[in-house]
């Protein structure tokens, strides 16, 4: 059974760079099959996309987040990678990972979330 | 990009009523949508994908309709678990937008 698991920090510091980790059991990141992503929601919010990327499907980002935002994974390890930077108090969020069905993704599995919360 | 609008914001009904949840998008997604349940303090579950069809487990008594730009979820005869937030998403063009949910409440 695919199961996805988020860790990380859960406080950091304005301008410092947020970086998650989500731990994939039960399935592979490296299949073609799917894409994985990263989807947050601010409390009391809604869901905002925030990027996905697939094993030869490319990687994609929000707009709204490009220039800040990167993604990457470790298949051997069957994890994948997200890193925020230059963050402020408006990236405090539950944070999720999830697998999603191509073309364009939607989301069939998704982590518990990881909660993280930006300040001094 | 593809903005996505729900109506109402919130529903208030009964259990044993039927919900009819709304979604617009912007323009045209062909029947590339999708609709999630989230419960309080749990992450989003996924219920109807490419427009109507349910995904694994979901009850029958969720379905989905619409194509083009008008999208319906119905849940038919709510279950006490069935209350909570309900977004779509539409999975057309990147980036693949959620909507702004809509509470279905006690």
């Known amino acids: 059974q695919l199961q996805l698991e988020e860790s990380g920090p859960r406080l950091v510091k304005p301008s410092e760079t947020l970086s998650l980790i989500c731990d994939v059991s039960g399935g592979s990141i490296s299949s073609s099959a799917y894409f994985w992503g990263w989807i947050r929601q601010p409390p009391g919010k809604g869901l905002e996309w925030m990027g996905s990327f697939s094993h030869r499907g490319g990687t994609f980002f929000s707009p709204s987040l490009k220039s800040r935002l990167t993604i990457s994974s470790d298949m051997s390890k069957n994890q994948f990678y997200l890193d925020l930077n230059s963050v402020s108090a408006a990236d405090s969020a539950m944070y999720y990972c999830?697998?999603?069905?191509?073309?364009?993704?939607?989301?069939?599995?998704w982590g518990q979330g990881t909660l993280v919360t930006v300040s001094s | 990009e593809i903005v996505l609008t729900q109506s109402p914001a919130t529903l208030s009904l009964s259990p044993g009523e039927s919900a009819t949840l709304s979604c617009r998008a912007g323009q045209s997604v062909g029947t590339s949508l999708a609709w999630y349940q989230q419960r309080p303090g749990r992450a989003p579950r996924l219920l109807i994908y490419?427009?109507?069809n349910r995904a694994t487990g979901i009850p029958a008594r969720f379905s989905g309709s619409g194509s083009g730009a008008d999208f319906t979820l119905t849940i038919s005869s709510l279950e006490p678990e069935d209350f909570g937030l309900y977004y779509c998403q539409h999975c057309s063009t990147w980036p693949p937008n959620f909507g702004p949910g809509t509470t279905v409440e006690i």
């Open positions: 490419d427009a109507s």
């Open positions: 999830a697998r999603g069905r191509p073309v364009v993704p939607f989301f069939d599995h």
